[in-house]
């Protein structure tokens, strides 16, 4: 059996989500949308897949998560623009599909095993409940036959087409294709549904059905299918996936996916080892065991500080420590400047003095310039995690695994700032994703009479590991005020990089704190 599975458009209805990546990708909970729908058909099915718009992100993806299935790829020339009609797309996979097939659109999930086989002309139907009739295409059905397929908006209609086809008389079908492109080769809405409309098509109905082609379906397919062991916060740009038992990560940017590779050979057993790699992916397996963030006590931090200080935080003498400072110093001074400027401009907020929790706090700018810089960068270098928060441990039977490691230290590989992971600790006992997603924080703002109030709920036994921590700092004579700043700092980086409200909140949280760090 073979399927046809069309990813060459653009996903425009899904605006920012689409920025980076290809629709089929979406990630709902723990698998992309793809992985919806290939894993709904037997094994031994064969999948034809046109590519487009990031069309070697589909490729590189599917390659890496399914090897041990049969792809074939289609490139498609035009996927955006006049002509550039899912009809002129399959036709494009017309000589790769001179059998009986299945059509399944890359933004259509159904319950696995429900697809019958192309061994007859079948349409996929569902009886929606509520909705706009503007949303889809629908079909007039007597008996079990399609009698018309209507185009978007017909108020007159039996069932939804969800975009899930068997064609069994497959020459007719590319005939029928085949004639109405030639008639209009510019028309971009040109799909599947004018051949059919040519022949005899028995309704198959499927009570279940997800369409992810626009943001608010695709958020009530998540929230119907929630099943999510990952626990992460969804970003543009980057992804993460569990397939099987394993574990796939993807980057827009490739230096990324190079340098954390580089990284896993030097953090050796510390982090995963990595089963497979492409330009934009990387995979590991799935480690077994408890994310730290729901399992850790004082007793069990008190053994993880041991660890990574045996482990982890190995001295390292690959730089100069005057060098190494003006490492520092860009990433801490002129990334938080720059991140500070990127977010004033994105979310329209004046830098300027500010009363926060009943103290008046100076402009960020003028807190982030003020700092003794030659302080804050007076550090040796050493080996890190660079991402060093409870969700990205796991602890193991008898040890410790580390998840998601940055990739460099501005730019270094090989070494870090101690004080840069301690930070991300500091800061995840306090802020953590527990918090932000049950909005377990507050934040008010008065811009006209400059009054602030921020303020997060914290966990008892997270506030006890944080005396445990705050014991090694000293213990290791390390300093503390330094891992405050530094800790500030943090959420001042992380605010352009959030939603609203958390990300405004982190920007009166960080400056709020930076400020009282510095007194």
Not at 144 to 172: S, T
Request: aromatic share 14%; glycine share 6%.
């Amino acid at each position: 059996m073979k399927v046809l599975i069309t990813t060459s458009g653009i996903g425009s209805r899904l605006g920012n989500l689409t920025k980076y990546t290809n629709k089929a990708l979406i990630r709902i909970n723990e698998k992309p949308v793809i992985s919806y729908i290939i894993e709904a058909y037997p094994e031994s099915t064969e999948f034809v897949i046109t590519l487009g718009y990031y069309g070697e992100l589909v490729k590189e993806f599917l390659s890496l998560a399914y090897p041990e299935k049969k792809f074939e790829f289609v490139q498609i020339d035009k996927y955006q623009g006049p002509g550039s009609s899912l009809g002129y797309s399959m036709l494009q996979a017309k000589n790769s599909l001179q059998c009986p097939f299945i059509f399944n659109a890359c933004d259509t999930i159904v319950e696995s095993g429900s697809i019958p086989e192309p061994s007859y002309d079948w349409l996929g139907g569902h009886q929606r409940k509520g909705g706009s009739d503007s949303e889809y295409r629908t079909l007039m059905v007597k008996g079990n036959f399609v009698l018309k397929i209507n185009e978007k908006g017909e108020l007159n209609y039996d069932y939804d087409y969800i975009g899930l086809a068997g064609i069994h008389d497959y020459k007719k079908f590319w005939n029928a294709l085949e004639k109405i492109y030639l008639i209009d080769p510019n028309n971009d809405q040109l799909s599947d549904c004018h051949a059919i409309n040519a022949s005899k098509f028995t309704c198959v109905e499927f009570p279940m059905w997800f369409d992810i082609g626009n943001a608010s379906s695709l958020r009530e397919t998540r929230d119907f299918l929630k099943k999510d062991s990952l626990n992460v916060l969804d970003k543009p740009d980057e992804s993460i996936f569990k397939i099987g038992n394993s574990i796939i990560k993807f980057f827009s940017d490739e230096n990324i996916v190079r340098n954390r590779f580089s990284r896993a050979n030097l953090l050796k057993d510390c982090v995963p080892k990595i089963t497979g790699c492409t330009k934009h992916f990387y995979k590991y397996d799935y480690v077994q065991g408890n994310l730290f963030s729901e399992v850790a006590t004082p007793g069990s931090f008190k053994e993880l500080l041991k660890w990574a200080k045996e482990n982890l935080w190995i001295p390292n003498s690959s730089i100069k420590k005057e060098d190494f400072k003006k490492n520092c110093l860009r990433f801490y001074r002129e990334k938080t400047l720059l991140r500070l400027k990127r977010f004033c401009e994105e979310q329209n907020v004046a830098d300027k003095m500010d009363s926060i929790n009943e103290t008046d706090v100076p402009r960020a700018e003028s807190l982030i310039k003020s700092l003794d810089w030659d302080w804050v960068c007076d550090s040796q270098p050493y080996g890190f995690h660079g991402d060093f928060i409870l969700d990205n441990i796991v602890k193991t039977e008898n040890s410790f695994k580390l998840l998601d490691w940055r990739q460099d230290f501005d730019g270094l590989i090989e070494c870090g700032d101690i004080y840069y992971d301690i930070g991300k600790l500091y800061h995840n006992l306090t802020v953590n994703h527990e918090i932000i997603n049950k909005k377990l924080f507050k934040i008010e703002v008065d811009d006209k009479n400059g009054l602030i109030l921020c303020d997060i709920l914290t966990h008892f036994r997270l506030q006890e590991c944080k005396n445990v921590l705050e014991n090694f700092i000293k213990e290791n004579k390390f300093n503390l005020k330094k891992i405050k700043i530094i800790t500030s700092l943090i959420w001042l980086n992380m605010a352009p990089l959030h939603h609203y409200p958390f990300n405004i909140f982190l920007y009166y949280f960080g400056r709020y704190n930076l400020f009282k760090g510095m007194v």
